[in-house]
């Protein structure tokens, strides 16, 4: 018999932002990588929960950023319009949001110019994970759920070191746009709230 968990009390309710469940699937996604590369399980065992956690942290990603971008704009972030599980379509709205927000603070080029270099690495990797499971069912389920056929035939194999490289590339982007443009916004914030203060006076 296995011995009892210890600290295995979980405060789900305090970790209520998208930024919260994208670092925790994560790190999740990082442990299942430490237990595959020291031998103690297979690529076949593991392969499943890694590519549904490494989706799944992507999708998460471009939620967080999308809802971080709508703080910095004073909009409301429509969880009807981003609910949903389509990468392609998350990773063109992250495009034209961002876009609009850097249009909006008139930040530099160069920041434009990053987003861009990053934006096409994510791309490839948005690709290549929506391609095998276009919505979020193919890694969790062995059947899809429309047709009753199989999601991956007998002799589907997928490199789960080039799956990771793609998705460590990708997750930069989706962790450091908001904190990259965050850092504007809260200086042009600044200097409004001075313009004010100084109007005040006069």
Not at 11 to 23: D, E, L, P
Not at 73 to 79: A, P, Q, Y
Not at 90 to 110: A, G, I, N
Not at 157 to 170: K, V
Request: with cysteine.
């Amino acid at each position: 018999m296995n011995p009892p968990f210890q600290c295995a009390i979980a405060h789900v309710g305090i970790y209520q932002n998208f930024g919260a469940y994208m670092a925790f699937y994560e790190t999740a996604v990082e442990r299942l990588f430490d237990v595959l590369q020291s031998g103690a399980e297979t690529s076949d065992t593991l392969a499943m929960p890694i590519l549904a956690l490494m989706r799944h942290s992507m999708e998460l990603g471009y939620k967080y950023s999308l809802w971080e971008l709508h703080q910095m704009m004073d909009e409301k972030f429509d969880s009807q319009k981003y609910g949903h599980h389509e990468l392609p379509s998350l990773h063109k709205s992250l495009y034209d949001y961002f876009k609009r927000t850097v249009e909006h603070y008139r930040l530099p080029d160069h920041v434009m110019d990053g987003f861009e270099k990053y934006r096409l690495k994510t791309e490839t990797a948005m690709q290549k994970f929506s391609a095998l499971d276009k919505l979020s069912f193919s890694f969790r389920y062995p059947i899809d759920k429309k047709s009753g056929g199989v999601n991956f035939g007998l002799h589907t194999t997928i490199d789960l070191s080039q799956m990771r490289q793609l998705y460590d590339e990708a997750m930069i982007l989706l962790r450091h746009t908001a904190d990259v443009v965050g850092e504007y916004v809260d200086i042009h914030r600044h200097m409004q709230a001075e313009m004010r203060q100084f109007q005040g006076v006069w």
